[in-house]
């Protein structure tokens, strides 16, 4: 496709429910990242894929989130038994390779709520 | 671990004033340096970076960036800023391997309202 494409774009969930956030990377980008933006706040790095593999999962902020990437294309991050303070922005990205120097296109992003 | 810092969080200019955004970055070792930029209802894009070379770059939009290595700094200039110009910016050095990986380490952002 011609950019980042996220989905959904805008979801509002139950506190203690599950949410899947889906990104589709720029078509062969093998490097694919997710941040997070809290109202107020810089965006925070979670995790970023090298094809299908996580060599860096640092930013997670707690085991209730996971992500996983699949054919080297979509990605999924999984919010398990979701709390208030996960409310934010989730900010999916893309770069040709992985090291520095690949320019690294965002999408527009998923705006979760949790009451 | 490496931080960004952003001091001003909102600034408010009219047209045609010169603009300049501070950024401090903490990390001792080789870095690479951006400016991102997210106008109102779009995503986040380049603005210009920083990997060797000239200390002063230029990106889109007559703006310019001076790294300063003895001050760990990455300000962010235009000599004359314009409505179009109304958008969140964002600071950020990409972390781990000497900065050889893509990962990105982000400041808060700065909010910048160009009056008309």
């Known amino acids: 496709g011609a950019g980042v494409s996220q989905s959904p774009s805008n979801k509002v969930t139950e506190k203690g429910k599950d949410v899947e956030l889906r990104c589709d990377p720029i078509?062969?980008?093998?490097?694919l990242y997710w941040y997070r933006q809290r109202l107020g706040q810089g965006l925070e790095f979670l995790i970023y894929?090298?094809?299908?593999?996580?060599?860096?999962k640092s930013g997670l902020p707690s085991d209730r989130f996971s992500a996983e990437r699949t054919g080297e294309s979509v990605s999924t991050l999984t919010i398990q038994r979701t709390q208030q303070e996960d409310s934010a922005v989730y900010l999916c990205?893309?770069?040709?390779?992985?090291?520095?120097?690949?320019?690294?296109?965002f999408g527009e992003g998923s705006w979760l709520t949790v009451v | 671990a490496q931080s960004v810092s952003q001091h001003n969080h909102h600034v408010i200019l009219s047209e045609a004033a010169s603009l300049e955004l501070g950024c401090n970055y903490s990390?001792?070792?080789?870095?690479?340096l951006f400016w991102y930029v997210q106008y109102p209802g779009q995503h986040l894009q380049l603005l210009l970076k920083?990997?060797?070379?000239?200390?002063l770059v230029k990106g889109i939009k007559g703006f310019e960036a001076e790294f300063i290595k003895s001050k760990f700094s990455f300000n962010l200039r235009k000599p004359s800023v314009q409505w179009s110009d109304t958008a969140e910016y964002f600071c950020?050095?990409?972390?781990?391997?000497?900065?050889?990986?893509?990962?990105?380490?982000f400041g808060t952002g700065t909010l910048l309202a160009v009056q008309p």
């Open positions: 990205a893309s770069s040709r390779l992985w090291d520095s120097g690949n320019t690294i296109y």
């Open positions: 078509s062969g980008h093998t490097a």
């Open positions: 894929f090298q094809g299908n593999s996580a060599p860096d």
């Open positions: 990390y001792g070792g080789t870095v690479n």
């Open positions: 920083y990997f060797s070379g000239d200390p």
């Open positions: 950020a050095v990409n972390a781990g391997l000497g900065g050889a990986t893509n990962k990105l380490i």
